[in-house]
């Protein structure tokens, strides 16, 4: 065995370069099946940010069916999702410069098809029985919030509305024979996972929507609608404090697998899947237990449930045709990738990585799951990443500075999945703790409804109760205390800086700094959003100050660095710049980032690599350690 290098923590030199995992990353989503051939999205940021999409036709060769200069991304609710649809060789996409929806042809020629006004579209499905589709549309013709609604389009590029009335609608889906459809809609201050209607109606002929029938009870947050072959329709919900299976029939509501696990998922975008109804009456399955996706498939006849064992611990996107599933699946020490495994013999097959290069196993650090205790005597939940390179030790008796991470959402969630950006912290001798914080999905609904009024306070004492506990565990070095996060992750990282004297550096991508500016100005998907997490606004206002970290500059007195993109909807730039500008006057050392034309959430490969190595840079300045690659440093004012 060759000897280890001996180097401080932090000037590790990795395998992992930030080049690397923008040039050979992709980001993968939507998978859709027609007639044995299987298509995807990708995200590229080596082109830009450019989504397109891919086909396996049969078993056969991988190739691009979007025509070259074209991009499939739809803006419904700023996120997105559910982009595409495809039905006996044709697909209907959203392009991103227009947000019209195109027809592609099997002879690869493309039309448009919806018309052209301020109008966006989301979640597609093809009625072929009356030749149109069906989805999401979000018009912005109008003054003040855009309308959503349900609507079909002919493929001549008629219009008709199916569904209005409700603030937002997500999930359209129509039965085999096309004769009912269901959708999920609900109201402000509602978020998806709070509260949604699951809606059933007959369509007739002409494709005219019969009388509404509401599925679910108050207080339910529905997920995924799907019709069986015989007509029942299956959806999730978590009626029973977690997000399980149910089926309604003629003799009503029967549950189809009760477990505390989840298979639903916050409706952050569209067309996300967990589940799969087969033509054999069996539904494969991937739930969430811990964090950790476990795949199962579920006879429907005898109610069995068999476990398949996979080797991928985050699933998502599930299909199924044939014996076979199809899904988006990562391992702990792989990346994601589109994945077909046979039901019944379990081999997996890749079908396309979205990372080469993957380090060799002794420079990949494996999530250690960690449940810790915290304010009101609660418990939280934590995926711990020690520094792992099979070239390096660092000198004895030194400790590996700690980045905390804390997820946006913030009712998201995180996984243990192979992550690069992580392993671009491990490799290089960091420590990573990556923070499922009150509030998180993937634990059952109590433990989502415990940010009730908490945000920025929850959050905040899990992320500190996580790192001092590893600090008290002898694991990292509690005077190179770092805490990181997006968006809403950016908020509770302030926080953390602001309202806790435990970190000693912080990172904030596109974060919230202003709970006032935000609840005033961002986009109509999350503008009742603070209601339940804060308060409303106005009448809460003292609250809102309280909890917004530039009212409590005076209490900040560490470095903070800002990431931005000058396009971002979500959280405007002047979030950041508000914030910079009181640290600059203060003397406090403060670096900001400011990308041309970036939205929330960084696209572009270029955009993406000066991050992470200006984070990089920047953690190593305020640490006192010299990083292993070359890279240009960050400008640091006041240091």
Known sequence: MPKLKSAPYGSWVSPIRAEDIVRDSIRLG????????????????????????????????????????FSARTKVHEYGGGGFCVANGELWYCNDADQRIYAVDLAGGVRPVSPEGPYRYADLVVDLKRSRIVCVREDHSGAGEPENTIVALTFDGDVEVLASGADFYAAPRLSHVGDDIAWIEWHHPNMPWDETELMLASVDDAGQVGELIRVTDAGEAAFQPEFGPDGSLFYVSDRSGWWNLYRLTENGIDSVYAVEAEFGLPHWAFGMRTYDVGDDGRIVAAFLLDGISKLAEIDLANGGVRTVPVPHIDISGLRTDAGCAYYIGAGMRSPSAVVTVDLENGPTVIVRSSQEGIPDAGSVSVAQPVVFQTAGNEVAHGFFYPPMNDAFEAPAGDLPPLIVKSHGGPTGQTGCAYEPKIQFWTSRGLAVFDVNYRGSTGFGRRYRRLLDGNWGVADMEDCVAGARMLVEQGLVDGERLAITGGSAGGYTTLCALTYSDLFKAGASHYGIGDLEALARDTHKFESRYLDRLVGRWPEDRKTYIARSPIHHTDRLSCPVIFFQGTGDKVVPPNQAEAMVSVLREKGIPVAYVLFEGEGHGFREAANIRRALEGELSFYGQVFGFEPGDDIGPIEIENL
């Open 30 to 69: 939507q998978l859709m099946l027609d007639n044995g051939d299987l298509y995807w999205g990708e995200l590229r940021p080596s082109e830009g940010g450019r989504n397109t999409i891919m086909c396996r036709k049969g078993g056969g060769a991988v190739a691009e069916v979007l025509p070259e200069g």
